[in-house]
């Protein structure tokens, strides 16, 4: 495989002109025997991006193969020397299948620039060559400054970055591709491990989140309607979906495709890789991303909260990217518009069904958990537990929601922050020592009533599940609790002072937990407190 020609493609244009003629460049496709031709000269012009934040334009011309399911995209730079080609396996009125391994050889004029061997056509999925990456033109710093991110701080012995990855064409770069794997992940948090390494200060991480934003695109959720050239419009089909149960219309998912998307185990590969870079390859991504986010639910189940991590997650990527989305955009993204109508409405359920909910699980331990643990588990019955650490999620999400500025999403915060604080000031009657075990019982039995407070609660889950003496002093897995000091670090930084009794408790408590079990802390939860 020749794909040292990918990664020196820069240095093969080094002295390209200022700007490009029409027909300059061309695509061969070599597939089961055939090649495939697609020339920039005779691809549509699908409008150009200008980016707000790399301050750039970026045009956008379209080719499609008549007789394969390729499209090849020619986007060069207006006034500059920079190239970038992408190309994109699968369609989303097609049935969905997997191809072969192909090469792609990319032209200017008689002279081969790259020739690369992709070893797998995974229905969905696409992946490009570039001339030239995009500068970083924003520091950590500012991204914390213009509240896009919340801020960051060592907590003293830290985990070392994670191991450096390069990006080849339809491989993973050290994601984890089974997204439905469970555990504690490097990709999976506010940050993946790699991006909250490079905002706590170390550079080297840089290429690691920069190559797994490129891996994004190994994720079969690009669901780009051919008719439009946008990802599909998911107010024109309300309906659709790509879950196992059906929709209107189904949308198939290829099968034995390298990643398996998750909604309840997705990282966020794509929003900080824009926010530093203002590449449109990266908000794309984003967008397929949320557009993936609505289409895993069946009919009657979107906009709704279902499993609370999967509502923590697509509630962060959803808000990533309507927060990033420009006021305008060429034909090939969605508008912005969409995006936010999309984040209000889920607004609105979250205040009509849980803030101001009536029943107990709202008013007392501010859930949004409506199943219960359907399936239970050990001692624990099905229908009665939450898991609160999944909860700390959610609040970690509707945190940022709230540092990026929505308007009405402060009092959802507050109200769901409410339950993290509960478990952990050391006065609503929970044990704060056992503040984020893996579920909290709040009912005896899916018959039984709601405990009635915490302290119900706390009797109720040490006598079943044979919780420890009340205690100051937290007990069992530090994973849990980085994930609550985390959320309780979110509250601090929006002014919730509440908060701030739990949040010294529980950094007092991870800290010295670290230090006397000789163990390091990831930055990807490492929030500062305030």
């Known amino acids: 495989m020749k794909r040292r020609s990918f990664l020196l493609g820069s240095a093969a244009l080094a002295a390209a002109p200022s700007a490009y003629a029409a027909d300059d460049w061309r695509v061969e496709i070599e597939t089961q025997g055939r090649t495939l031709s697609f020339a920039m000269g005779a691809a549509r012009d699908m409008g150009a991006f200008v980016s707000p934040i790399g301050k750039f334009e970026q045009r956008c011309l379209r080719a499609d193969a008549t007789d394969a399911p390729f499209t090849v995209f020619f986007r060069p730079d207006r006034g500059d020397a920079r190239m970038e080609v992408v190309v994109e396996y699968g369609r989303l009125w097609t049935p969905a299948a997997n191809g072969a391994p192909y090469r792609t050889s990319i ?6 620039v790259a020739q690369i061997d992709v070893p797998r056509a995974d229905w969905r999925t696409r992946w490009r060559w570039q001339s030239a990456p995009r500068r970083v033109v924003r520091d950590a710093n500012g991204l914390v400054r213009e509240h896009l991110i919340p801020a960051f701080a060592s907590l003293g012995a830290m985990e070392p970055p994670p191991k450096p990855q390069l990006y080849r064409p339809t491989e993973a770069a050290g994601v984890t591709a089974y997204m439905p794997t469970t555990g504690d992940r490097p990709d999976i948090g506010p940050l993946t491990e790699a991006q909250a390494a490079w905002v706590g200060g170390d550079s080297g991480s840089l290429q690691t989140l920069l190559a797994q934003a490129e891996a994004a695109a190994s994720v079969p959720w690009h669901f780009r309607d051919e008719r439009t050239g946008a990802p599909i419009d998911l107010q024109a089909y309300p309906e659709a979906s790509c879950h196992p149960n059906g929709g209107n219309p189904k949308i198939a998912m290829a099968d034995k495709t390298l990643f398996t998307p998750d909604k309840a185990h997705q990282p966020a590969l794509s929003y900080l890789p824009y926010a530093i870079t203002g590449d449109p390859y990266f908000l794309e991504e984003l967008q397929f991303q949320a557009t993936f986010d609505d289409l895993a639910d069946p009919p009657g189940y979107k906009q709704k909260v279902g499993q609370v991590r999967s509502s923590a997650w697509s509630l962060r990527t959803l808000a990533q990217v309507t927060t990033m989305t420009p006021d305008n955009v060429p034909s090939w993204l969605r508008p912005k518009a969409s995006w936010s109508s ?3 409405q889920l607004r609105d359920s979250f205040r009509t ?4 909910g009536k029943e107990i699980p709202q008013t007392v331990f501010h859930t949004t958990q409506t199943a219960f643990d359907d399936r239970g588990g050990g001692a624990v019955p099905p229908g009665v537990s939450i898991a609160p650490w999944q909860e700390d999620f959610q609040c970690l999400s509707l945190g940022w929601i709230t540092m990026l500025g929505f ?3 402060l009092p959802i915060f507050r109200w769901k922050v409410a339950q ?18 893996g579920t909290i019982m709040l009912r005896a039995n899916k018959d039984s009533p709601w405990c009635a407070n915490w302290a119900e609660a706390w009797a109720l889950n040490r006598r079943v599940q044979n919780f420890p003496e009340p205690s100051d002093d937290w007990v069992g897995l530090l994973t849990p609790l980085t994930f609550t000091r985390a959320a309780l670090a979110m509250a601090t930084q929006l002014g919730v002072d509440e908060a701030r ?5 529980a950094d007092d ?5 670290l230090a006397s079990q000789r163990k390091k802390m990831p930055w990807r939860f490492a929030l500062a407190g305030r």
Do not use: C, H, Y
């Open 342 to 344: 999309m984040l209000l």
């Open 501 to 505: 009794s739990s949040f010294r408790w």
């Open 353 to 356: 069904r849980f803030v101001d």
């Open 509 to 513: 408590q991870l800290r010295s937990k």
């Open 420 to 437: 993290t604080i509960a478990r952990t000031d050391g006065r609503s009657g929970w044990n704060r020592a056992v503040a984020t075990p």
């Open 107 to 112: 032209f200017r004029g008689g002279t081969q």
């Open 407 to 409: 308007e009405g999403f």
